[in-house]
Each structure stands twice: as C-alpha cells, then as structure tokens.
C-alpha cells in the first residue's frame, strides 16, 4: 500500500485529506526578508494557529548561505571579493552545503506539516538534505520526510520535463541533474531542508537563467569541481530555437518556473494547490497580506521553530579561504 503523498510511477500522487498548499509568488526578495518570514510561517505552522500549508515562490538578489554543519571551507571565493560584490555570507538552519542564490533563480520554500520521525520512517542520516529535530506527537503522520524530499526532487524534474530537459535525481546527491547517470551529470537544482516541531522549511534553488559564472565562487553543494546548469542552458545546448546560454537572468524567467513548479509540488505531495500564481499574480501585494499575517499569528520571525535559537547573522570567511 502506497503511503499518502509518495509519487506514484505515472507521476500522480496519493491523496491526502483535503489539505491546502497555498502559493505565494514574491518576485525578488531579500534572503533575510524571506527567511523571517518562512521561520515565522513554520512556527505558526507548528503552533496549529496557521492551518494552511505555504509555498513561498521567489527570486534573490546574490547571496550564499551555509547550511547547518556547512564547511566554510567550500567558498571559493575571498572576503575581499565577497565584500567588494556586496556578497553576503549566511549560516542558517538548514542541511545542506554551500548554496549560491542569484537573480535568474528559482527559489522555493514550502512550509508543510511532516509526519515525525518514526519505526519504518527514520530521519535522514549524516550527509542528507535535510536537518530534522523532534515533533509533537499530535502532527499528521500521513506525510514523512523521505516522500516530502523525492517529491521536491520530482517536481523539479517535472518542471525541466515542461521545458524540454530530462532531469531527476541522482543516487547519494540530492536535487536534481541533467545527465544524472551519464558521464558529465550537470546539477540544475539544490535541496536542503530543515524540518522543527513537524514542520518542513527552507527548500529548493532551480537555476533557469542564472549567471553560472557566479558559481565559480563556492564548491557548490561542498562537491569541488560539480558542473552547474540552468533551464536555459541547457535549452541553449538542445538547440532550442528560442534560447541563449548567455541569456541575461530575468526575473520574467523565474516566474514562469514558479507557475509550473507550485501545481507540481502540490500534486506530488497530494494536496490541494491554491494562490495565484504568475503571470496573473502580485507579488507587492502577496508580500504585504504575508506581513499582515505574520502579525495577525503573532508569530516571531526571529527564532527557530525548533529551538527559540537566535537567527544568525553573516559569518567571515576564513582568511584562507581560496
């Protein structure tokens, strides 16, 4: 028997109750905007007095952040250049290692109740994309972590299909590839999580018309010498008609991934989409009802879900950094 929320082989999802994933598209939005603002949505998620799932859909200006037990080791580039760029350094609570946002980036956050960590459902072990703490035993347990991360992957997957480029994931390397299997796999998507209280946060990085250079100042994912791609790329390299591999990034771009991406998601993780999405959405707009919400859930965007630890703030990069 198929567990609620697992993909089935044809790409449909089981069924769940009649939950909502409720789609925001934001536009660009600063990394630290966006992080108050999922931390605050997770823990009025966990608290129960947010009684819908959220999907924020964004686009950042540069940034690099670390996750949890990162290696600072795997930033390329120096503190003077990082500074000179205005490049911002970030440790935060996700898995995962060294991730480069950018314009021409796909950035989702889906804010989702997860089943917790049990008999038959172990939490991800050292290395995984995910970082999970304890969770109340009172939270839906028809939704565990293992289904939640190849859902994102495959929704990934499914939006490079909409674009004509086969991608998916690869064994032991979270997010998804082109080429996976072949001798010069290209990662086109990142994925790091990090789930407190029941409640999935942080999520996915999909490079459409991403500056690739601006990879060359990290090892991405902590992998030295790991090619990345984008959408457009690749398209470039198919010999699409309509695409440049030095295509300017757009934030136009990545708001026709997101309207592919949020129906994605939601139906490979069985609930049901809600929220305009582009091209017909707000984002101004989405962002204001987002910060009357936060206010109305009285919810404190400065501390972890989990733990009530204190967001963190840019750390240096080591004087030997490369």
């Not at 994933?21 to 931390?39: C, P, S, T, V």
Request: net charge neutral; glycine share 12%; aromatic share 4%.
């Amino acid at each position: 028997m198929e567990e609620p929320g697992t993909p089935r082989a044809d790409g449909r999802a089981v069924r769940l109750r009649s939950r909502t994933l409720r789609a925001r598209w934001l536009g660009r939005i600063g990394y630290r905007d966006a992080w108050a603002l999922q931390r605050a949505l997770a823990a009025a998620r966990a608290d129960g007095t947010l009684d819908e799932d959220q999907l924020l859909l964004l686009e950042h200006d540069v940034v690099l952040t670390l996750g949890r037990n990162a290696d600072v080791g795997h930033v390329i580039a120096p503190e003077p250049l990082l500074a000179a760029r205005g490049i911002e350094l970030i440790r935060v609570e996700r898995g995962g290692e060294v991730t480069y946002h950018g314009p021409g980036q796909l950035v989702a956050y889906p804010i989702v109740r997860l089943a917790p960590a049990g008999p038959g459902r172990a939490a991800p072990g050292q290395g995984s994309p995910a970082e999970v703490d304890g969770s109340p035993a009172e939270v839906d347990r028809s939704l565990g972590v293992r289904p939640f991360v190849e859902a994102l992957e495959g929704a990934l997957a499914d939006v490079c299909a909409a674009f004509g480029i086969r991608a998916g994931p690869r064994a032991g390397h979270p997010g998804c590839w082109v080429g996976a299997s072949g001798p010069l796999p290209r990662k086109i998507g990142a994925l790091g999580i990090r789930v407190a209280r029941g409640v999935a946060f942080h999520g996915i990085a999909l490079n459409v018309t991403t500056d690739l250079a601006d990879f060359d100042l990290i090892d991405p994912c902590g992998m030295p010498g790991l090619r990345s791609t984008s959408l457009w790329h690749e398209r470039a390299r198919a010999a699409f008609p309509d695409s440049r591999a030095d295509a300017e990034p757009t934030t136009a771009s990545v708001a026709e991934a997101a309207a592919f991406f949020a129906p994605a998601l939601a139906r490979r993780l069985g609930l049901e989409p809600a929220g305009v999405l582009p091209p017909g959405a707000d984002a101004a707009g989405e962002r204001r009802a987002l910060e009357v919400l936060v206010e109305r859930l009285g919810a404190a965007p400065g501390l972890d879900a989990a733990s009530g630890d204190r967001a963190r703030g840019p750390i240096p990069t080591p004087a030997g950094a490369r």
